[in-house]
């Protein structure tokens, strides 16, 4: 069964630009997840997508933004980068059961962003 | 507020030696879930063990075993023998009943050394 997979691996952009990642869950899976994890921070949640919607957000601002389709396969965005958004950002993804909890998290090997 | 905390940054230890990674966890809630994740260097999270609050049995898996104590609000997490491929960074995190947001601690980084 294939794991979560997250596009691309490797990103260096430059300040101001903007970044469209790339997550594909475990087939079945419809929970899909973003984190953002950085050394000064470390793992930060930033949504939650499900069935399309999103469930959940954490504290960034508005550049960063997702999208979740219909074949669970998620995308987020971050608009007008800049330099504190350099990080590893990962994806998870988390069967949903009995009444809206989900089992444990799997996560992708992350999209290693790069501002410059 | 902090919700998981991991005091240990870094643990060295010699192969084949335990080694203790403690983790506190503060809620209110009483239904929450535990987890604990390792993420070596290519960066993925590998899911290692998930606790629910109800269930304070502990748990031996290999080397691997867990002791959650609500009493004290911990959940720790032994490695026995420990072994080189077991240098990683562990994570402990805490997550509700409802919805997928997981509270991570900031992580102890554990080296075997051989």
């Known amino acids: 069964k294939a794991g979560v997979t997250q596009t691309p691996r490797y990103l260096i952009k430059t300040r101001g630009q903007q970044v469209t990642l790339s997550c594909s869950p475990i087939?079945?899976?419809?929970?899909v997840s973003w984190y953002q994890q950085t050394p000064g921070q470390g793992l930060q949640f930033l949504f939650e997508?499900?069935?399309?919607?999103?469930?959940n957000k954490g504290n960034f601002p508005g550049r960063f933004s997702g999208r979740q389709f219909s074949n669970s396969r998620s995308e987020m965005n971050v608009s007008t980068l800049e330099l504190g958004d350099s990080a590893l950002y990962l994806c998870?993804?988390?069967?949903?059961?009995?009444?809206?909890?989900?089992?444990?998290?799997?996560f992708g090997q992350g999209t290693r962003l790069t501002v410059v | 507020a902090q919700k998981v905390t991991q005091a240990q940054t870094e643990i060295s230890v010699v192969e084949k030696e335990d080694v203790t990674l403690d983790c506190v966890y503060e809620?209110?809630?009483?239904?929450?879930?535990l987890f604990w994740y390792k993420q070596p260097p290519s960066g993925e999270l590998v899911f290692l063990i998930r606790?629910?609050?109800?269930?304070?049995q502990n748990e031996i898996s290999g080397r691997y075993s867990w002791n959650f104590q609500k009493s004290t609000s911990s959940f720790n997490f032994t490695i026995t023998a420990s072994q080189v491929v077991d240098s990683a960074v562990y994570f402990c995190?805490?997550?509700?009943?409802?919805?997928?947001?997981?509270?991570f601690g900031t992580g102890t980084s554990l080296t075997v050394i051989p």
């Open positions: 998870a993804s988390s069967l949903i059961v009995g009444l809206g909890s989900s089992t444990e998290a799997f």
């Open positions: 087939s079945g899976h419809r929970s």
């Open positions: 997508y499900f069935s399309e919607t999103q469930r």
């Open positions: 809620t209110r809630d009483t239904t929450y879930y």
């Open positions: 606790r629910n609050s109800f269930d304070e």
């Open positions: 995190a805490l997550r509700y009943n409802t919805g997928n947001q997981f509270y």
